[in-house]
């Protein structure tokens, strides 16, 4: 597969409001997504203090999943370094056993690794690659960008793989970091691009980064505005590419942060909010404790309706929701429900941004 500049890269945990809101697109935007999908760490029970299922069980309904969520269609697939390693009950590790299941979905499914991966992981994708014929996609970290050795680790990764440059999708996954000021990270990040050498040599370059925060805890109650930094600052980084450079596609976390895993919900309690996407900023309504509290989402989007900023019932479906709710015609549901609607809504603004870059709006 081959991205194009208005194709949008969604890095995504395999969790129910992530596929939900893939699910949720029109038929249109699906063409125009292609997911980094990452097979999540497991959750955690606070109560008998150990993984909630094992290794199996966490995995085995994920082929199911995607065939229902996703169909055929192409995506990025890798496994949370917590259970890389794991093995299912039939001893086949985790991505042998999911593209085994998804060659017979007929999926157009590619595997991904970091380049700190395990020699066993590395054995498992390149059989995954040799029977599929469908390449790789090698995960680069900011950190590891920045050493002077990355494409050497890059070239013995694909080279363990016996693949070529032609089939390999970089993937510079940057994290959270401090994008600004715009221009002189764009600048630093041009230097450690170089080190790479010819970018046009690798079939796909993708950026994927956040900027939103790993909680919602130091967000003030009421309204207020987050800036997209990393959209921000992907449209200064194109900017500021020399004549001759590969331009990357984007990639983001949408509204959930990398490093976000689950919580003891009896010592969590988690506001209100909605987290509706702009062209610049993320426009934040955060209220009291959900729960018990359910009805306040009505008032949310209520005030988000009146806002200015909201995009009609008929953007996405995330806007829908949001546009009944508001009028008491859609439930407050739960938070699983909102983050999926905000995702949704996230994801139909971001591929308006790539149609339209400098509108902004």
């Not at 985790?94 to 970091?114: Q, W």
């Not at 041009?190 to 790479?196: E, Y």
């Amino acid at each position: 597969m081959n991205l194009t500049e208005d194709m949008y890269v969604p890095a995504l945990r395999w969790r129910m409001a992530e596929y939900q809101a893939l699910l949720r697109l029109t038929d249109g935007a699906k063409k125009r997504v292609v997911p980094y999908l990452t097979i999540p760490e497991r959750e955690f029970d606070f109560d008998s203090w150990q993984p909630k299922k094992t290794i199996h069980e966490h995995v085995h309904p994920f082929v199911d999943r995607y065939g229902k969520k996703w169909g055929a269609r192409p995506a990025w697939i890798g496994v949370h370094a917590t259970v890389a390693d794991g093995i299912m009950n039939d001893g086949r590790d985790i991505l042998t056993y999911v593209f085994d299941g998804l060659r017979k979905l007929g999926a157009k499914a590619v595997p991904s690794i970091r380049l700190d991966a395990t020699t066993k992981l590395q054995s498992s994708v390149a059989g995954i690659v040799k029977q599929d014929g469908r390449g790789v996609a090698i995960s680069v970290r900011l950190e590891d960008l920045m050493k002077k050795d990355a494409f050497a680790r890059v070239v013995a990764v694909f080279r363990s793989l016996e693949v070529n440059e032609n089939e390999v999708d970089l993937i510079l996954d940057l994290g959270q970091p401090n994008f600004e000021p715009y221009n002189a990270f764009a600048l630093a990040l041009i230097a450690s691009l170089r080190r790479l050498g010819d970018l046009n040599r690798f079939r796909n370059l993708v950026l994927i980064s956040t900027a939103i925060p790993e909680t919602f805890k130091d967000v003030s109650k009421g309204v207020g505005e987050l800036p997209r930094h990393d959209w921000l600052f992907f449209q200064a980084l194109l900017s500021a590419l020399p004549s001759g450079m590969r331009r990357p596609s984007y990639g983001d976390y949408t509204i959930v942060h990398p490093e976000f895993t689950p919580q003891d919900m009896r010592k969590i309690k988690s506001s209100g909010k909605i987290v509706y996407a702009t062209g610049k900023s993320w426009w934040v309504r955060k209220g009291s404790a959900f729960r018990g509290n359910e009805e306040q989402m009505h008032e949310h989007c209520a005030v988000l309706v009146g806002s200015g900023f909201f995009k009609g019932n008929h953007y996405s479906y995330g806007d829908d929701y949001i546009g009944k709710c508001a009028v008491k015609k859609a439930p407050t549901s739960n938070l699983t429900r909102w983050k999926d609607v905000a995702i949704n809504h996230h994801m139909m603004q971001v591929l308006d941004d790539l149609s339209n870059p400098v509108a902004g709006s």
